[in-house]
């Protein structure tokens, strides 16, 4: 018979990687809505500025979540469960939109 130790719960630091996680997540958007205005800039496009602002909120709302998570999560961990979901809906349906539409310019663009 095997003789196991029983296991004690360890948070570790998983909360320290989430926010890590967080904090690139929210740069990369930043950075991908600062190339996307530029481009709508040099070929003047209006859908590449409008998936700009929908980067630049997304980038809002993912720090918004991230000091959310930050101050509620330790008070009650499922206080808000809904709220992450569309959250989380708000920013895939933000990346796929925008993918979708950067896609096309730059295939409108090559066309040309």
């Known amino acids: 018979m095997v003789n196991r130790m029983p296991v004690a719960p360890d948070p570790g630091l998983q909360p320290q990687r989430t926010g890590m996680a967080w904090s690139r997540s929210v740069l990369l958007a930043l950075i991908v809505s600062l190339l996307c205005f530029r481009f709508s800039f040099n070929r003047d496009s209006g859908l590449a500025l409008l998936c700009s602002i929908l980067l630049l ?44 539409v950067l896609a096309g310019s730059f295939l409108h663009a090559l066309s040309r």
């Open 57 to 100: 909120a997304l980038a809002v709302v993912m720090v918004a979540m991230s000091v959310w998570r930050l101050r509620f999560t330790h008070q009650r961990p499922t206080f808000g469960a809904t709220v992450v979901r569309y959250a989380i809906a708000f920013c895939s349906t933000s990346v796929v939109v925008t993918a979708l």
